[in-house]
């Protein structure tokens, strides 16, 4: 980093398996707490500004969609982690930005964003049986997007905390309807559950 001296840093990186967070704690803070304070670290020395990436589950769900002045009220270990790197940013690095993104999908090299996955294997012929919450709602958003905000945020030197999101509010059973509209031949079938019905280890 000496031979380019950044004045800008992006920390886009934490353990994002949700559940598996919840029974490895003292991981989940080492992967994003800590590399969070380790890149603070960075930024402090090179008199550097700082994005960091965090997330929706800062929230409880109780009353979304969330404005950047909502109540934070994180329910499961990944998003209090995820808040608290979030403070340590704020507090220690001048002029930082905060974003928090929620379901993002598009092109993917591991192909591991939801929307990819049921994309991939309707295009591979793959049947797929789901399990879908209709009580857990979002507003999907497009990698591409973020990227595009992520740019014009620090081309244009802003700071403080921004909520990305697209301006669908929706579902998982909607979300899945509308991926398959496109694709009369799929083999996708999926029953509709509650949050509750599907026992995750870390509370929606």
Sequence with gaps: MDSFHPDLIMHC??????????ANE?????KTVLSTINVIDLCKYYKARMI???????????????DENAKVNPISVYGHHKLEAEQAVLSQVPKSIVIRITN?????ERKKNFIV???DNILKGESMELKLPVDQYASPVNAYDVARTLYLLARDKKAGIYNIASYDYLNRV?????IIAHF???KISFEPVTTEDLNQTAPR
């Design 13 to 22: 990186g934490a353990l994002t398996h949700v559940d598996y967070c919840e």
């Design 26 to 30: 003292e991981e989940s803070y080492a």
């Design 52 to 66: 960091y990436v965090s997330t929706d589950y800062v929230f409880d769900g109780e009353n979304g969609p969330y």
């Design 104 to 108: 993002v999908y598009g092109d993917e």
């Design 117 to 119: 996955r049921i994309v």
């Design 174 to 178: 909607e979300l899945v309807e509308k």
């Design 184 to 186: 009369p031949k799929n």
